[in-house]
């Protein structure tokens, strides 16, 4: 299954309030889908310290600006289909 099929099929909106995992996991609560979260989060964040911890704060800021713009570029290409 791809990863597409597997959100699709593991999460959806829930229209009495808030979001849910079901199908896909097993029908996991909200504090399953919490602590997961959190760990996935500070794994990410984890390594985004890492990488970053031998760099300037010019270093940062050009490689976040690098980001953002590149981010920017790449949403409005998806979103007009243009360069």
């Known amino acids: 299954m791809r990863a ?12 009495g309030g808030g979001y849910g995992l079901h199908h896909g996991f097993g029908g996991w609560s909200w504090i399953g889908h919490m602590v997961i979260s959190s760990i996935v989060h500070g ?5 985004i310290f890492r990488l970053l911890r031998h760099l300037s704060l010019g270093e940062i800021v050009l490689l976040t600006v ?3 713009g590149g981010l920017y570029l790449w949403n409005r290409n998806r979103t007009y289909q243009r360069w």
């Open 4 to 15: 597409p099929e597997l959100i699709a099929t593991s999460w959806h909106h829930a229209y």
């Open 43 to 47: 794994l990410i964040y984890g390594m």
């Open 66 to 68: 690098l980001v953002v």
